[in-house]
């Protein structure tokens, strides 16, 4: 009897070692993406989380965007905390200087809008140990460019404003922590950092980036090369790396305890993929700077709401931030080679010379090490296997055909020549179309069902992103499955497994040589998976090509099998190529002998070996040599397998499988992260559900080439889940109250007339049940229409007259509040030329105000602004919208314009002032949304303001 082989490519091996495997890395990958890492009960020296959290909780208190009164409270506490360590620690202002920074100014362009923002950044510059010359100059001037500290300083930058809507704990009231954490442990003596570091804390960067501005206009931002951006768009989890400039700056986040990230999410903001905007952009595209960008993701419903809170948010998380800042910054502020030097010339784009990096790919394992190379050395690998492979695979054909054993393909072989009357069928063909049909028809279910959820429920995936997931995984192995063996119950073949891996490998060479011109023409680097997936999906079939060498030459085959019946008809049948054919024609030993039965009995064969071709009766020759022995081949496949390794599969499945799940399953949960509540924000949902089919069918796919051997215990588990999670995904409602529905919240008021709008923006068939929540909608005119915003395009804005706002106070003499004409006043002036104009605006209360033109205006310039050469006052087809921020309250703007007289005479428009401070109860709207929204839904700032107050002018 047999030994029982644990390894052998049978129903069992194959069934126990593959649900292992991706149970196991599953779970491993959930485990890592969904659980924050613990903090350590030993901080590092000058480290205090206890004392980190208490900043994060007095920071939070309110509300505190730019255009609010509690902004003003956070900015004194910021300042107060900084004077505080210093003092602590009886540190020099020659060593730590901290700049209030309420001079600094900014008039710039982006797109048709020009802003005119002030800035009230805080900067705290602590010296490096080899950096003997001044920060910068007193008067102002750039500082020079040829500093001893030979590569500049390192900024660290968080911003302390949040949005109106929400209170800003991981947006970004964390790296605003740690930015102080920093301060406190950079300042220890035995941490104090080679290189100059200047810690920011900006102003304004929830409104255009308008503090990173502000900051490139202070001489102090010529200081640093390299930066660190600390930013949240969720509520807690880990922070990862979302983009990076070069290869060079991104090995200093290597040294994070818990690296995490991906180069895919680099890729989305080169593609735009991701709307979101942060500081990074100013920093490297502007100031020139070379750095990193590490933000929290998720969850993407709490982002810009009041779920955005240390409720919301954890210890871990803050840790996981802080410690990930800590290394970065320490190995930055430690290098002292000539990585981030220019050549000490000053550019002509006014950028600081940081030298030139190199593009580079990265990624995470386990949350526990950080892979990172340059996106040049992984193109030039690409183009290495993408030559050698295949010439490896023709080689080794060529190998297999000199030495006759090349069964793939074969048809038949002969005992002489092919002028034999009958040949050897070898059946080589047999299982080479299976994968490909397999895989169209499995991907063809789940896209299906893709556009089945999209169109029945298209937004579960708010609320059930992993029922989504596992309705596609269980559709695509279960209908894969199936089909795989049913093809080899009716048809077996020894060769299944290998024409999976030529398939998988022609399919993997033309999705890597697609990368490969994306990476060298696009410097696209997301695609780094696909090099190690065609790496491993190589390597599995060469280990199938290795195996056929142990198979017997198709020469010796053909000969063993050249025989007769022993019965009474003429001449022998080849074997079919099914080992059944052995044994279904073979009498059982103890059967009764019929006048049919073979003389040979029990183990003997019914047919005889013959030499040199000649056809002789299994008596002729007693003395013949016995048949070459085939081995025992699974049963119904091809005679000639029986003698191929059997554990050869587990080789390849675990060259094959683990690789791929872990790359490609890592990027499909970042992307998971990325998309599932972004529907809200008006993006597509077939977006996401076609990026879950891609991703399920990419790390599902190459199991496809073992499916066959599976028994239907798992296959049909997974049907039942399949089932279950099909229907729960079309009737299930798509919102809860863990997953809320964002909308987005504005009050506008015509201070002409005193027409009052109230309006919601958000999905349609939605809003139209929440606007009928509440109760100043009952018994008014509801319009649902196409909101204004181009990225709002896809939502639904409905409005109507809504409560009063009172955003200007009570005056102190009347007792009475000011009515709504008096909160913005103007007064237009013709300019001494044609199409020349001043305006000066006041709005009460407030210290952001726009102007709007209907026609663009061709120049405009802002009392008190200062002309940069580094920024355009207006775009190339002018500005149809001036956007004014004062650092002071209910100060006057005094703006000058001119447009092309020649083709408008008149100057027509909108002034419009902001109210964004919902803390004391002042817009009464925006409160009742928040008191009669359903469960399910929660509210967010649609701009930058919550009541908008405009007058219209003409000139």
């Given amino acids: 009897m047999a030994r029982y082989n644990p390894f052998s490519f049978t129903a069992g091996p194959v069934n126990f070692f593959a649900t292992l495997f991706y149970v196991a890395l599953f779970a491993v990958l959930l485990v890592v993406h969904l659980r924050v890492p613990d903090y350590p009960s030993n901080t590092p020296q000058g480290v205090n989380l206890t004392e980190a959290w208490n900043d994060l909780q007095h920071i939070t208190r309110q509300f505190h965007p730019y255009n609010s009164h509690?902004?003003?409270?956070?900015?004194?506490?910021?300042?107060?905390?900084?004077?505080?360590?210093?003092?602590?620690?009886?540190?020099?202002?020659?060593?730590?200087?901290?700049?209030?920074?309420?001079?600094?100014?900014?008039?710039?362009?982006?797109?048709?809008?020009?802003?005119?923002?002030?800035?009230?950044?805080?900067?705290?510059?602590i010296r490096g140990s080899e950096d003997d010359e001044p920060f910068f100059s007193t008067n102002h001037s750039a500082p020079k460019i040829s500093r001893r500290s030979n590569n500049g300083g390192v900024l660290v930058n968080a911003h302390y404003d949040s949005v109106s809507s929400g209170y800003g704990a991981t947006d970004d009231g964390v790296g605003v922590i740690c930015i102080l954490q920093l301060l406190s442990y950079l300042t220890e003596e035995q941490n104090w950092p080679k290189r100059t570091v200047i810690l920011l804390l900006n102003n304004g960067e929830e409104d255009y980036l308008?503090?990173?501005?502000?900051?490139?206009?202070?001489?102090?931002?010529?200081?640093?090369?390299?930066?660190?951006?600390l930013e949240g768009a969720g509520a807690g989890g880990r922070a990862t790396l979302f983009r990076s400039t070069d290869t060079e700056v991104t090995k200093f986040y290597r040294a994070s305890r818990h690296p995490f990230g991906t180069v895919v999410s680099g890729d989305g903001f080169k593609k735009g993929l991701i709307r979101s905007e942060t500081d990074y952009k100013v920093f490297y595209g502007e100031l020139g700077l070379r750095g990193l960008d590490v933000a929290f993701m998720e969850p993407r419903a709490r982002y810009h709401t009041v779920e955005d809170s240390t409720r919301e948010t954890s210890l871990k998380s803050v840790w996981h931030m802080l410690s990930a800042s800590i290394a970065t910054v320490s190995g930055l502020a430690s290098d002292t080679s000539d990585t981030f030097s220019g050549n000490g010339e000053p550019r002509e784009d006014g950028k600081v010379d940081s030298g030139t990096g190199t593009d580079a790919v990265w990624f995470d394992l386990f949350g526990q090490a950080f892979i990172v190379f340059r996106l040049h050395t992984f193109f030039a690998l690409c183009v290495t296997i993408l030559v050698v492979a295949p010439l490896t695979l023709i080689g080794l054909t060529f190998g297999l055909s000199k030495a006759d054993k090349n069964y793939l393909f074969a048809r038949k072989a002969y005992?002489?020549?092919?002028?034999?009357?009958?040949?050897?069928?070898?059946?080589?063909?047999?299982?080479?179309?299976?994968?490909?049909?397999?895989?169209?028809?499995?991907?063809?279910?789940?896209?299906?069902?893709?556009?089945?959820?999209?169109?029945?429920?298209?937004?579960?995936?708010?609320?059930?992103?992993?029922?989504?997931?596992?309705?596609?995984?269980?559709?695509?192995?279960?209908?894969?499955?199936?089909?795989?063996?049913?093809?080899?119950?009716?048809?077996?073949?020894?060769?299944?497994?290998m024409y999976g891996l030529i398939w998988l490998f022609v399919g993997s060479f033309i999705l890597l040589s697609f990368v490969t011109v994306s990476a060298n023409n696009f410097h696209l680097?997301?695609?780094?998976?696909?090099?190690?997936?065609?790496?491993?999906?190589?390597?599995?079939?060469?280990?199938?090509?290795?195996?056929?060498?142990?198979?017997?030459?198709?020469?010796?085959?053909?000969?063993?099998?050249?025989?007769?019946?022993?019965?009474?008809?003429?001449?022998?049948?080849?074997?079919?190529?099914?080992?059944?054919?052995?044994?279904?024609?073979?009498?059982?030993?103890?059967?009764?002998?019929?006048?049919?039965?073979?003389?040979?009995?029990?183990?003997?064969?019914?047919?005889?070996?013959?030499?040199?071709?000649?056809?002789?009766?299994?008596?002729?020759?007693?003395?013949?040599?016995?048949?070459?022995?085939?081995?025992?081949?699974?049963?119904?496949?091809?005679?000639?397998?029986?003698?191929?390794?059997?554990?050869?599969?587990?080789?390849?499945?675990?060259?094959?499988?683990?690789?791929?799940?872990?790359?490609?399953g890592q990027i499909a949960l970042l992307l998971t992260s990325a998309l599932y509540q972004t529907p809200s924000d008006g993006n597509s949902s077939l977006f996401i559900y076609m990026s879950f089919a891609a991703l399920t069918t990419l790390f599902i796919a190459p199991a496809g080439p073992f499916a066959h051997r599976i028994t239907y215990h798992i296959p049909t588990f997974l049907f039942l889940v399949c089932v279950g999670t099909v229907i729960y995904n079309l009737v299930a409602f798509p919102f809860s109250r863990e997953h809320r529905l964002k909308v987005y919240f504005v009050q506008q008021v015509n201070l002409d007339t005193g027409v009052n709008t109230v309006s919601l923006t958000g999905v349609d068939g939605y809003i139209q049940q929440i606007v009928?929540?509440?109760?100043?909608?009952?018994?008014?005119?509801?319009?649902?229409?196409?909101?204004?915003?181009?990225?709002?395009?896809?939502?639904?804005?409905?409005?109507?007259?809504?409560?009063?706002?009172?955003?200007?106070?009570?005056?102190?003499?009347?007792?009475?509040?000011?009515?709504?004409?008096?909160?913005?006043?103007?007064?237009?002036?013709?300019?001494?030329?044609?199409?020349?104009?001043?305006?000066?605006?006041?709005?009460?209360?407030?210290?952001?105000?726009?102007?709007?033109?209907d026609v663009p205006i061709r120049d405009v310039t802002v009392a008190g602004g200062v002309s940069d050469p580094r920024f355009?006052?207006?775009?190339?087809?002018?500005?149809?919208?001036?956007?004014?921020?004062?650092?002071?309250?209910?100060q006057p703007w005094d703006v000058s314009v001119s447009w092309d007289a020649k083709k408008n005479s008149k100057l027509s428009g909108r002034v419009v002032c902001l109210w964004s401070d919902a803390n004391s109860g002042d817009i009464p709207a925006y409160d009742e949304v928040q008191h009669y929204l359903p469960i399910w839904a929660i509210p967010s700032k649609i701009s930058d303001g919550l009541v908008e107050g405009y007058k219209y002018f003409e000139i």
């Avoid at 020099?92 to 797109?111: G, L, P």
């Avoid at 299994?618 to 496949?637: C, K, N």
């Fill in 210 to 229: 308008n503090g990173a501005k502000a900051f490139m206009r202070h001489p102090i931002s010529q200081v640093p090369h390299t930066f660190l951006n």
């Fill in 415 to 497: 005992v002489h020549s092919p002028d034999d009357d009958e040949p050897i069928h070898l059946y080589g063909w047999k299982g080479f179309f299976r994968l490909p049909i397999v895989f169209v028809i499995a991907t063809g279910a789940v896209v299906g069902l893709a556009f089945l959820v999209v169109r029945v429920n298209p937004l579960i995936v708010y609320s059930s992103p992993y029922a989504v997931w596992s309705m596609m995984i269980s559709t695509w192995i279960s209908f894969a499955w199936f089909f795989s063996r049913a093809a080899s119950a009716m048809r077996p073949s020894a060769l299944q497994r």
């Fill in 872 to 890: 355009k006052r207006t775009g190339e087809h002018g500005s149809g919208e001036v956007r004014l921020w004062h650092r002071e309250w209910s």
């Fill in 525 to 664: 680097a997301g695609g780094y998976w696909a090099l190690f997936y065609f790496v491993a999906v190589f390597a599995a079939l060469l280990l199938s090509y290795l195996e056929l060498f142990f198979a017997p030459k198709k020469s010796a085959y053909a000969q063993t099998f050249e025989v007769i019946e022993e019965d009474s008809r003429p001449a022998s049948r080849p074997l079919t190529g099914n080992s059944a054919s052995r044994s279904e024609d073979r009498p059982l030993p103890d059967d009764e002998a019929t006048e049919t039965t073979s003389l040979l009995r029990g183990d003997q064969r019914s047919f005889a070996r013959t030499r040199h071709g000649s056809r002789r009766g299994s008596s002729a020759e007693e003395d013949e040599p016995g048949p070459l022995d085939l081995g025992h081949p699974y049963p119904g496949e091809q005679e000639w397998s029986g003698k191929l390794p059997s554990w050869i599969w587990i080789l390849q499945f675990l060259l094959l499988v683990p690789i791929t799940v872990i790359l490609v």
């Fill in 772 to 853: 009928r929540q509440l109760p100043s909608a009952h018994n008014s005119l509801v319009n649902c229409t196409t909101p204004d915003l181009v990225t709002r395009k896809e939502l639904k804005k409905c409005e109507w007259e809504g409560l009063p706002a009172k955003v200007v106070p009570v005056e102190a003499a009347s007792g009475n509040r000011t009515g709504s004409d008096r909160w913005l006043d103007y007064k237009i002036k013709k300019g001494n030329n044609t199409g020349e104009a001043s305006i000066r605006i006041v709005g009460q209360n407030t210290r952001a105000c726009r102007v709007l033109f």
């Fill in 70 to 125: 509690a902004n003003d409270h956070v900015r004194s506490y910021l300042l107060a905390r900084i004077n505080h360590v210093i003092r602590s620690k009886n540190l020099k202002s020659r060593d730590v200087e901290v700049v209030d920074d309420v001079v600094s100014n900014a008039t710039f362009s982006s797109s048709n809008t020009t802003i005119y923002f002030e800035g009230t950044n805080i900067i705290t510059a």
